[in-house]
């Protein structure tokens, strides 16, 4: 017995990170398990605390998986999520009546992205303070929903993860090898969510305030530029995918003003945000506007008011916004505090301290009806975003630029919890910084962190696993219903409780 102790310790002593890395992948993976065999979801497409768009998901990836491609269509939503999707079908099989395969497998996806964030974050945070980290982003409440159930969030936060981690380590310069990878994960992010091809400004100027200012600027402008020249090679396929569709559109509605054919990931820019900015608008998703516009609320190119915003949504809404300033700008303020709303969520199975009774707004995740942890976190979160701007922790301001794009795209479009969910990896950092710099001057606390955030994490566990023993915890839900089947719209606004 001594002489496996022994063992064990010097398999520590001597390779603590990948010991590291290997732990927090299994702890979280198992957290997600224990979580999964506790809903009474687990077995079913989507989550009772995300919808989402797990219906077009499905469909796509089933008509990907048989190799039958779905009818010419706009090209509305990213193709990554959905083609992995198909291809884990493909792999393990149809579904034949329970999606928990599935589930679990995203559940893998999610608990190697905390591993991979905790090693990259040693290098920022220290490794006591990295730890904490990963505590806080393998037990979040909000990952626990999104990592097993079928949401686009689950892939985008690896891609988003290892592009912070690829601009942190080469921001005074990348070699080729890195300006490559950085291009090609930038790329695999946009056709995950279109927006974030519009982080390469946010990105440029990082590099551009940390460059290494004794280096020839040539080289290093032509490495960038490779960068960003690959990412636009790794989006080329899928642009010419859709000039094709786009085309074949537009030939079929010749009294119709064209659709431009031009159109990288998507096209839903324009339409999102006349949906976003209008009278009717309430700061999350809300399909009336299009609604309105006939065709029972599903887009159709040959829609003329449809095809309208579709071209002109972007002049439709800055002029709503222009006619109707103080409108605009509670809508604004809307918008910042449904993002703002993910603070609000908290940790373990049980959504602690929050709790688990709340709504969960259409296209969105969950959110508690206690939310007193949003005011303190997002005034934390401004504290680490403002010391990021000085000198000592200049190095944490590509956390607070990839917050700062994320704000803008929340105020021109939709406001979403699991928007505030989904930049994690440069989130939590920012939440810590106040606290680490508080802490610098007592360097005995930095000893004891690891200790109590694997204590922390052992009682979240074992929350976990006296929950799912119990097995399957029940919910009460209401809503609007549909009046020909009875049954909860999914789509629309529903309120949930836990069963007594």
Same mark, same amino acid.
């Given at each position: 017995?001594s002489r496996?102790?022994?063992?064990?310790r010097?398999i520590?002593?001597? +390779?603590p990170?990948p010991?590291?890395?290997?732990?927090?992948f299994?702890?979280?993976?198992?957290?997600?398990?224990l979580?999964l &065999?506790?809903?009474m979801?687990r077995?079913?497409?989507?989550?009772?605390f995300?919808?989402g768009d797990?219906?077009?998901?499905?469909t796509?990836a089933?008509?990907?998986a048989?190799?039958r491609?779905?009818?010419?269509s706009l090209?509305? +939503?990213?193709?990554l999520?959905?083609?992995c999707l198909?291809?884990?079908?493909?792999?393990?099989?149809e579904p034949?009546?329970?999606?928990w395969p599935?589930?679990v497998?995203?559940?893998l996806?999610?608990?190697?992205?905390?591993?991979?964030?905790?090693w990259w974050?040693?290098?920022?945070?220290?490794?006591?303070?990295?730890?904490?980290?990963a505590v806080?982003?393998?037990?979040?409440f909000?990952?626990l929903?999104?990592?097993?159930?079928?949401?686009?969030?689950v892939?985008?936060?690896?891609?988003?993860?290892?592009?912070c981690?690829?601009?942190f &380590?080469h921001r005074?310069?990348?070699?080729?090898?890195?300006?490559v990878?950085?291009?090609?994960?930038?790329?695999?992010?946009?056709?995950?969510?279109a927006? +974030?091809l519009h982080?390469?400004?946010?990105?440029?100027l990082?590099v551009?305030?940390h460059r290494?200012?004794?280096?020839?600027? @040539?080289?290093?402008?032509?490495?960038?530029?490779g960068?960003?020249g690959v990412?636009?090679?790794?989006l080329?396929?899928?642009?010419?995918?859709?000039?094709?569709?786009?085309q074949?559109?537009?030939a079929?509605t010749?009294g119709?003003?064209?659709?431009?054919?031009l159109?990288?990931?998507?096209v839903?820019g324009?339409?999102?945000?006349a949906m976003?900015?209008h009278?009717?608008?309430?700061g999350g998703?809300?399909?009336d506007?299009?609604n309105?516009l006939?065709?029972?609320?599903?887009?159709?190119?040959?829609?003329p008011a449809?095809r309208?915003?579709?071209?002109h949504g972007?002049?439709e809404?800055?002029?709503?916004?222009g006619e109707h300033?103080a409108?605009?700008?509670?809508l604004?303020?809307?918008?910042?505090?449904?993002?703002l709303?993910?603070l609000?969520?908290g940790w373990g199975?049980?959504?602690?301290?929050?709790?688990?009774s @709340?709504?969960r &707004?259409p296209v969105?995740?969950?959110v508690p009806?206690?939310?007193?942890?949003?005011?303190?976190?997002?005034?934390?979160?401004l504290?680490?975003a403002g010391?990021s701007?000085l000198?000592?922790?200049?190095?944490?301001?590509?956390?607070?630029?990839v917050?700062l794009?994320r704000a803008?795209?929340?105020l021109?479009?939709f406001?979403?919890?699991r928007?505030?969910?989904?930049v994690?990896p440069a989130?939590?950092?920012?939440?810590?910084?106040?606290v680490?710099?508080?802490?610098?001057?007592?360097p005995?606390l930095?000893?004891?962190?690891?200790?109590?955030?694997?204590?922390?994490?052992?009682?979240?566990?074992?929350?976990?696993?006296?929950l799912?023993l119990?097995g399957?915890r029940d919910f009460m839900a209401?809503g609007?219903t549909?009046?020909?089947?009875?049954?909860l719209i999914q789509?629309?606004?529903?309120?949930?409780w836990?069963?007594?």
């Amino acid at each position: 017995m001594s002489r496996s102790i022994f063992s064990l310790r010097g398999i520590l002593t001597r +390779h603590p990170v990948p010991v590291g890395v290997l732990g927090t992948f299994l702890l979280s993976l198992v957290l997600r398990l224990l979580f999964l &065999e506790a809903s009474m979801d687990r077995n079913w497409p989507f989550s009772i605390f995300f919808y989402g768009d797990s219906r077009f998901f499905h469909t796509y990836a089933l008509a990907w998986a048989r190799g039958r491609p779905a009818q010419v269509s706009l090209p509305y +939503h990213p193709p990554l999520f959905p083609g992995c999707l198909g291809l884990l079908y493909q792999l393990l099989g149809e579904p034949r009546g329970s999606a928990w395969p599935y589930k679990v497998s995203l559940a893998l996806l999610n608990s190697a992205t905390v591993a991979f964030t905790w090693w990259w974050w040693r290098r920022v945070l220290g490794t006591g303070w990295s730890l904490w980290a990963a505590v806080l982003f393998s037990a979040s409440f909000g990952w626990l929903v999104l990592s097993t159930t079928y949401s686009n969030e689950v892939l985008y936060v690896l891609f988003l993860s290892a592009t912070c981690w690829l601009v942190f &380590e080469h921001r005074s310069g990348p070699r080729w090898w890195a300006a490559v990878l950085l291009g090609g994960v930038m790329g695999l992010g946009a056709l995950t969510r279109a927006e +974030h091809l519009h982080l390469w400004p946010f990105v440029l100027l990082y590099v551009w305030l940390h460059r290494d200012r004794q280096a020839a600027l @040539g080289p290093q402008l032509a490495r960038w530029a490779g960068a960003v020249g690959v990412s636009l090679l790794v989006l080329a396929p899928w642009a010419l995918h859709n000039a094709r569709v786009l085309q074949e559109l537009n030939a079929r509605t010749p009294g119709l003003e064209p659709l431009p054919v031009l159109a990288p990931v998507t096209v839903y820019g324009p339409i999102n945000f006349a949906m976003a900015n209008h009278a009717g608008a309430t700061g999350g998703f809300t399909p009336d506007l299009i609604n309105r516009l006939g065709q029972d609320g599903h887009l159709d190119a040959a829609n003329p008011a449809q095809r309208h915003l579709l071209l002109h949504g972007y002049t439709e809404g800055l002029r709503w916004m222009g006619e109707h300033p103080a409108d605009a700008a509670r809508l604004l303020a809307a918008k910042l505090g449904r993002w703002l709303d993910g603070l609000s969520l908290g940790w373990g199975v049980s959504n602690l301290p929050s709790g688990l009774s @709340g709504t969960r &707004e259409p296209v969105d995740v969950f959110v508690p009806e206690r939310t007193w942890l949003k005011g303190p976190l997002a005034l934390l979160l401004l504290l680490g975003a403002g010391l990021s701007c000085l000198a000592p922790y200049r190095s944490y301001s590509l956390f607070t630029l990839v917050l700062l794009h994320r704000a803008l795209i929340t105020l021109a479009f939709f406001g979403y919890t699991r928007g505030m969910l989904v930049v994690f990896p440069a989130l939590v950092p920012l939440l810590l910084l106040p606290v680490k710099a508080l802490a610098s001057s007592r360097p005995t606390l930095a000893t004891r962190l690891p200790v109590l955030a694997s204590c922390a994490l052992l009682l979240l566990w074992l929350e976990a696993g006296m929950l799912a023993l119990r097995g399957p915890r029940d919910f009460m839900a209401s809503g609007s219903t549909d009046r020909v089947s009875g049954k909860l719209i999914q789509d629309d606004q529903v309120r949930l409780w836990p069963k007594r």
